[in-house]
């Protein structure tokens, strides 16, 4: 039989995937760690299994979920075997581990009092770490020498012993940025200025983003912290090529991966580590490199977007070793399954951001609290169901369309309004959890139901009339929709379309492209053509954030997609408002049935569906079978519905305003009602020099790529010659 290759599995602690140069951070200096992803294969959706350390590493080396390898928490042990027990004992196996909670059985309390330990429960010394290496290694984090010479130490030993070999180095050099080492002061190349003497050194942990230093906001402080982390990273880079220039890698295998990564968000109280499992903390970066003449192997700088899970680690190696991995529920990074569900959970701790129940940051852990955080990815639809005590609440994103993870899709509460006593049912929790003062609370009545809030207002702001409804399967003509919504502001999104019954009932397909900042396209047009690749259905419709579809509106729409496709089965754009055609020498107006903070809008006297020189963007509706889609070379954001429009009309297909009124603009995202168009923080931004910039940039782009039909109108604006 031929001699297996040896294998090496480095862990480096604190890693996020986005930080690496190969996984497209410009400003990384990784060299070698992008050699090897060259070299090798390189692994763009590997998730963890936890955001912190000890369940996250342990997963790393049995192979198991936390709830299965039992180190969820400081107060228990492993209860399954590492991968260094599973080789069979021809092997040599070495452990080599740099952060407390990889500390061995046999240190001594006086050893680790010496070593300064701030928490050290006596539970930390019956983890097991050392139980199944033939050596196991533990540095304290204030060594970053001792990890990497101890690692050559071993391998300098090998040519006197013949067996193949097995060897785990772990640094936590990453995770150490908050440290005034050489490496992460001398930063101004990534910072592009000096480091602020605030964050030279600071508390390991969540505390600095509590209490900032004085001279510097939230994103002045991430830039500093991301600066010295970056050059953590740097000088890790530069120790794994030193260190791993002693390895045959002819003849060894080896896995670089991390146990979880770092957040640096502080106005979405996304920072630190630890306590939850959104995507900077389990997106984790992966390489690996095989010998020469591997079975199964991909070619070298292959990379593989199929997701994947650190849980993938141990029956690779096992592969490689010939051992059968068993009953391990990873799977070979050399033959993934093309689709899977991948898990990760915490059951230690969970961070809450500000609101009733906690302070900004406030730590939940399992000594005082009964909790579980628990994150199941189906790609790219991701779920994390929370619980606290005895409430519970879950968040939904679409990582492929919002990899920040901004846009909560889960319907119902997105938190705890507020801890329910215990000698109090779930109906009186509730009651008194609606009563509250808290922004979860308010929010929640904000999203109560369109006909509470009509019957309330409609003597400030007229709105359509309600009509009796029937629900979504009941309707006879109703087909499954695509919406696609562009999202720049979460809140506005959820007291506006997450509000709508169209959207609570789940028989449509929703995407919502998280846009903050631009930073997933600076096109409105690029945006909805990219989305609307991932559209299941026939009938797509563009939708603002900011629209509240009533109750009867399925109702109202499939009624009027019927009398218009009875009359026009080929219409190109279809909307709830437009400009009307010119009739002689006055000026068309606009028409449509809606209610916007300008005034409620009646259907005109002529009925509809009526024909439209070019429909308002607040809802655009195509059929994908009639081949009408935007142009994603349009700039800016504007002009994309005479853009559509004009497009349909070269086609020879027509635009309607058809009668599927809307409610445009109801609210604030502080959930006040805007009675008026100067409420509106929107519109009186129209009125700023920028905004005409670049509403005048795209109607130039409009207006040159449809020179043929000009003049034509919108509802705001006449096209002519730029």
Known sequence: ?????????????????????????????????????????????????????????????????????????????????????????????????????????????????????????????????????????????????????????????????????????????????????????????????????????????????REPPGDLDDDALAAALEAKYDGCIAETDRRLRAVLANVDLSTTAVIVVSDHGEGFDGPAARVHHCGRLHQDLLHVPLVVVLPPDTPDAPAPGTVVDTPCSVLDVVPTLLGLAGVDPGELTGHDLRRLPAQRELIAEDLGYLYLPTNDVAERLRRYEYKTHE??????????????????????????????????????????????????????????????????????????????????????????????????????????????????????????????????????HGGHQWLFVENRANRACDSISRLYWDAARRAQHDLRFYVHQDVLFPPDWEDRLFRALRDLEERDPDWGVIGAAGRALPEGDSEPPNVGHWSDPHKYHKPPRAGLPLEVQVLDELWLGVRASHDVDFDAELPGFHCYGADLCMTARAAGRRSYVIDAPVIHKLVRPDGTLIERSEQSHKIDGRRTDAFRRDFQRSADYVATKWEQYLPFQSTCHLYTRP
């Open 1 to 209: 039989m031929a001699r297996p290759p040896n294998l090496l599995l480095v862990i480096v602690d604190d890693l996020r995937f986005d930080r690496v140069g190969a996984n497209g951070h410009a400003g990384a200096e990784t060299p070698f760690l992008d050699e090897l992803a060259a070299r090798g294969v390189r692994y763009t959706r590997c998730l963890t299994t936890c955001g912190w350390t000890l369940p996250a590493c342990a997963s790393i080396v049995t192979g198991h979920l936390p709830s299965s390898h039992g180190l969820i928490h400081h107060d228990h042990r492993f209860r399954v075997p590492k991968i260094s027990a599973l080789l069979s004992p021809d092997w040599a196996t070495v452990g080599i581990a740099n952060n407390g909670n990889l500390v061995p059985d046999d240190l001594s309390a006086e050893t680790l009092d010496a070593l300064g330990f701030e928490r050290r429960p006596e539970v930390w010394k019956h983890f097991g770490w050392q139980e199944g290496f033939e050596t196991y290694r533990w540095f304290h984090k204030q060594d970053k020498d001792g990890p990497f010479a101890a690692f050559e130490d071993w391998v300098a030993e090998r040519p006197s012993d013949d067996r193949p070999w097995f060897a785990m180095l772990h640094t936590n050099l990453v995770h150490d940025y908050d440290e005034d080492q050489p490496w992460c002061l001398d930063v101004e190349r990534f910072l592009g200025a000096p480091l602020p003497p605030s964050v030279h050194r600071f508390r390991d942990g969540p505390w600095i983003w």
């Open 371 to 504: 909790l579980k955080s628990r994150a199941t990815v189906n790609w790219p639809r991701k779920r994390i169901d929370l619980r606290l005590g005895r409430q519970t609440w879950s968040e939904e994103y679409d990582l492929e369309l919002d990899p920040f993870e901004r846009v909560n899709l889960a319907r119902g509460a997105h938190g705890p309004v507020r801890r329910p006593e215990r000698d109090e049912g779930a109906v009186r929790a509730a009651w008194r959890g609606l009563r509250s003062d808290s922004d979860e609370a308010r929010l929640l009545r904000a999203a109560e139901g369109y006909e509470r809030r009509a019957r309330s207002i409609r003597s400030r702001r007229r709105l359509p009339p309600v009509e009796r409804h029937r629900r979504f399967e009941e309707i006879a003509e109703r087909e499954p929709i695509t919406f696609i919504v562009a999202v720049d502001d979460p809140v506005e999104l959820r007291r506006h379309v997450l509000a709508s019954d169209c959207y609570e």
